[in-house]
């Protein structure tokens, strides 16, 4: 099993940023790829980050350029900077992990789940 804590979101201003952290315990936290899914109100959720165990990632389309991923294996963390904030950001971020070291692409890829953070960014 994996627990997982996200925090970091809140309200910003479109334009702004924010850094979305997620704290793992419980087994082996490098060993796992993780993701950052994303759902907005009447919208499925998104895969829009992920990190292998070795630190390959990869990006949403809808992200690229503004949004970067990294873990801190020594430390248990991953982390989620966002840039250039758009209003069609908001949603709520979940911190997802894989029971595998590869990168996940699809939400049903990911076995474990944070209890999600809000995101909020206004026009």
């Known amino acids: 099993q994996v627990q997982l804590v996200e925090s970091g979101g809140g309200l910003v201003q479109a334009g702004g940023s924010l850094r979305l952290s997620c704290a793992a315990s419980?087994?082996?936290?490098?060993?796992?790829?993780m993701g950052w899914v994303r759902q907005a109100p009447g919208k499925e959720r998104e895969v829009v980050a992920a990190?292998?165990?070795?630190?390959?990632?990869t990006y949403a389309d809808s992200v690229k350029g503004r949004f970067a991923i990294s873990r801190d294996n020594a430390k248990n963390t991953v982390f989620l900077q966002m840039n250039t904030l758009k209003p069609e950001d908001t949603a709520v971020y979940y911190c997802?992990?894989?029971?595998?070291?590869?990168?996940?692409?699809?939400?049903?890829?990911?076995?474990?789940w944070g209890q999600g953070t809000q995101v909020t960014v206004s026009s």
């Open positions: 990190i292998s165990w070795t630190g390959g990632s």
């Open positions: 997802a992990a894989r029971g595998r070291s590869r990168i996940g692409s699809r939400p049903s890829e990911y076995d474990y």
């Open positions: 419980g087994r082996t936290f490098r060993s796992n790829g």
